[in-house]
């Protein structure tokens, strides 16, 4: 075809080449599919333990927001959850919570380094048992013998 010569209907229709006429098809190749494959999972199946995990903390908050707000729990004892999130927000626009964090922050890293000061300590101390037990024990009497 010539650029003077007009494209016929049927290569306009047809998507291929212009002038080598209709273009064939190629057929779409699915996968083989075992028939013994189980059926696609269903959603809850697929986030099963995301939507237990998550529609039980909504319960259990729930549950708790009603049992302050119905006067079950004394709130002098117990908060709301309502009431904890507003005076966090409050705490946090006001800069307050900073100096709570900063103590709390320094209360955790004195009991965790003297955890680790203790346990050091208690480590070498069995190892220097053991060693002294060792050392000593060819004048240990025997039993029975």
Same mark, same amino acid.
């Given at each position: ?46 986030? *099963?333990?995301?939507?237990? @995990?998550? =529609? ?5 908050? &729930?549950?708790? /927001?009603?049992? +302050?707000?119905? #006067? ?17 927000? *409050?705490?946090?626009?006001? @800069?307050? =919570? ?5 103590? &709390?922050?320094? /209360?955790?890293? +004195?009991?965790? #380094? ?32």
């Amino acid at each position: 075809m010539t650029s003077l010569e007009r494209p016929r209907a049927a290569e306009l229709a047809q998507p291929g080449p212009p002038g080598m006429g209709p273009a064939l098809e190629t057929p779409t190749v699915r996968p083989p599919q075992d028939e013994d494959a189980p059926p696609p999972k269903s959603f809850w199946a697929r986030h *099963e333990h995301a939507l237990l @995990g998550t =529609i039980s903390m909504l319960v259990f908050l &729930s549950f708790w /927001e009603a049992s +302050v707000d119905l #006067g079950w729990v004394n709130p002098l004892f117990t908060s709301s959850p309502s009431r904890i999130v507003r005076t966090a927000i *409050e705490m946090f626009a006001d @800069g307050s =919570i900073l100096v709570d964090m900063q103590v &709390s922050g320094f /209360e955790f890293v +004195v009991g965790y #380094g003297a955890a680790i000061i203790i346990a050091a300590a208690g480590i070498v101390m069995t190892e220097l048992l053991r060693l002294i037990e060792r050392r000593f024990e060819r004048w240990r009497p025997s039993v029975g013998g």
